[in-house]
Antibody, heavy 117, light 107 residues
Framework: EVQLVESGGGLVQPGRSLKLSCAAS????????MAWVRQTPTKGLEWVAS????????YYRDSVKGRFTISRDNAKNTQYLQMDSLRSEDTATYYC??????????WGQGVMVTVSS | DIQMTQSPASLSASLGETVSIECLAS??????LAWYQQKPGKSPQLLIY???SLQDGVPSRFSGSGSGTQYSLKISGMQPEDEGVYYC?????????FGGGTKLELK
């Protein structure tokens, strides 16, 4: 059974950093692209970043480029999202996502990130 | 960025009724279109990928169609468990973008 379990969320002040982790199991992690998608009641679902199977290619939405870094450790079956210079508009539920091609076929349960002073 | 416009924003359907949800892309996306269902407090679940391919385990009453910029999701025979919010998503080019969602309720 495919499982994606996020951790690392919480309350953080604007300008500070937070690192999300996603532990994957139930599939060959190194064979799949991975992504982070976030959701808010006002903006809905927003793709944040993607990373290729080997980690050599990364992609970001413009609003997080230069502030967020997606990475993966295939030996640990884990992907990460390092979030720096956080802003209030980054407040959201963040989902770890597996994407075999152009869609997400499995989602984690989500982790809440709140950016507030 | 490619904009995805979903319609309607909400609808109510009777048991057994056939329901259609539309998704319009701001430019052609070559069938790189997925549909998801999300229930309250849960993560989205993939229903359809590649515009018309049914994800494993998804009931056959769900179907997807379309081409170019216009796509649709059809539920042939509304069931109580089909209540939720439905989203389309284009994977044609980054940034991936989602529609605003369609809330489906049982009448």
């Amino acid at each position: 059974e495919v499982q994606l379990v996020e951790s690392g969320g919480g309350l953080v002040q604007p300008g500070r950093s937070l690192k999300l982790s996603c532990a994957a199991s139930g599939f060959t992690f190194s064979n799949y692209g991975m992504a982070w998608v976030r959701q808010t009641p006002t903006k809905g679902l927003e793709w944040v970043a993607s990373i290729s199977t080997g980690g050599g290619n990364t992609y970001y939405r413009d609003s997080v480029k230069g502030r967020f870094t997606i990475s993966r450790d295939n030996a640990k079956n884990t992907q990460y999202l390092q979030m720096d210079s956080l802003r209030s508009e980054d407040t959201a539920t963040y989902y770890c996502a597996r994407h075999p091609w152009e869609e997400v076929d499995y989602w984690g349960q989500g982790v809440m990130v709140t950016v507030s002073s | 960025d490619i904009q995805m416009t979903q319609s309607p924003a909400s609808l109510s359907a009777s048991l057994g009724e056939t329901v259609s949800i539309e998704c319009l892309a701001s430019e052609g996306i070559s069938n790189s279109l997925a549909w998801y269902q999300q229930k309250p407090g849960k993560s989205p679940q993939l229903l359809i990928y590649g515009a018309s391919s049914l994800q494993d385990g998804v009931p056959s009453r769900f179907s997807g169609s379309g081409s170019g910029t216009q796509y649709s999701l059809k539920i042939s025979g509304m069931q109580p468990e089909d209540e939720g919010v439905y989203y389309c998503q284009q994977g044609y080019k980054y940034p991936w973008t989602f529609g605003g969602g369609t809330k489906l309720e049982l009448k």
